[in-house]
């Protein structure tokens, strides 16, 4: 097992909030301290020992929010202003989150532009013979405007407005408008957000757990499968291991989560041990372990 790491607390507490992401921070953390780190264990360190939370990583300039968070047009283009002046990193939706929670700035959303009546009357008349996908491209031509589908949905929503079942079912058929995620046939992948997902005769899960399965392992309600180099796009069944959920934690933690498989197995069986003793009903105080 590998040596603790000496975290620079000092380092981290003053420079954390300069980098939107752990694993930017774990490579500033790795040039100028010269160890380097997991940015999963840096994650866990930085909320667990020194308390600061993940919303603290960007340092808000609360002043120039209020000042002019009435002269943009959208979240987007203000979060890409405040980047640019006071070098963070923050995406409009981390912006939005903290101009409505912390500021309590409430206002109509930035972006909103009303439908006049002449645009009201075209989606009711075309709406429900073209379906979503065919009336935004429609519209948007015909109008010169830039909706996107999610804002035809919400006008057949608001004004109670649905497409024929005729057309929605030919348009679940039509090469055009994509193939549903249910239709998609078994061994299809997809992304979601940063897991990587496979259809199987259950439903969508992620691949690791499918290989474990395919394997003939059972996975037991409250367990978790870790890839045990720390690489998620390394599907072998040889770096792939069931361990109870709780463990991830635990990993993360005490700096057990690395690139070396053994390394992690040796933090697993480390696991084993604390988990064993605390049933055992040994009380465990700092540093014992």
């Known amino acids: 097992m590998s040596a603790p790491i000496k975290w620079n607390d000092e380092w981290i507490i003053k420079n954390h909030s300069k980098y939107g992401t752990y694993r930017e921070l774990a490579q500033a953390y790795e040039a100028e301290c010269g160890e380097r780190v997991n940015s999963d264990s840096l994650n866990a360190h930085v909320k667990l020992k020194l308390g600061i939370n993940k919303s603290r990583n ?6 120039w929010i209020i000042s002019n968070y009435l002269e943009f047009a959208s979240y987007a283009e203000m979060a890409e202003e405040h980047n640019r002046l006071f070098g963070t990193t923050a995406d409009w939706r981390t912006l939005k989150n903290h101009a409505r929670c ?9 972006d909103y532009k009303p439908y006049t009546g002449e645009q009201i009357d ?3 008349t075309n709406y429900p013979k073209l379906g979503v996908k065919k009336t935004a491209v429609a519209f ?3 109008f010169g405007c830039d909706k996107t589908e999610s804002a035809i949905k919400n006008f057949g929503f608001l004004y109670g407005v649905q497409v024929d079942e005729a057309v929605s079912a030919f348009n679940k058929t039509d090469p055009t408008h994509g193939t549903p995620k249910s239709a998609k046939p078994i061994g299809s992948i997809r992304k979601e957000g940063q897991r990587t997902l496979i259809k199987t005769d259950e439903g969508w899960e992620q691949i690791g757990r499918a290989v ?24 072998d069944i040889s770096n792939l291991m069931v361990v109870p959920t709780r463990y991830c934690g635990l990993l993360m933690a005490h700096g057990l989560r690395s690139e070396n498989a053994q390394i992690t197995r040796a933090g697993v ?21």
């Open 269 to 289: 069986a480390w696991c084993d041990l604390h988990d064993g003793l605390i049933k055992a009903g040994v009380k465990i105080g700092k540093g014992d372990l």
């Open 140 to 142: 948007n031509k015909r």
């Open 102 to 110: 912390k500021l309590n700035l409430r206002k109509p959303r930035m």
């Open 212 to 235: 474990v399965k395919a394997s003939g392992t059972t996975i037991p309600k409250g367990y978790s499968v870790i890839h045990l180099d720390g690489d998620t796009a390394h599907y």
């Open 122 to 124: 075209w989606l009711k």
């Open 58 to 63: 960007i340092c808000w300039h609360d002043e």
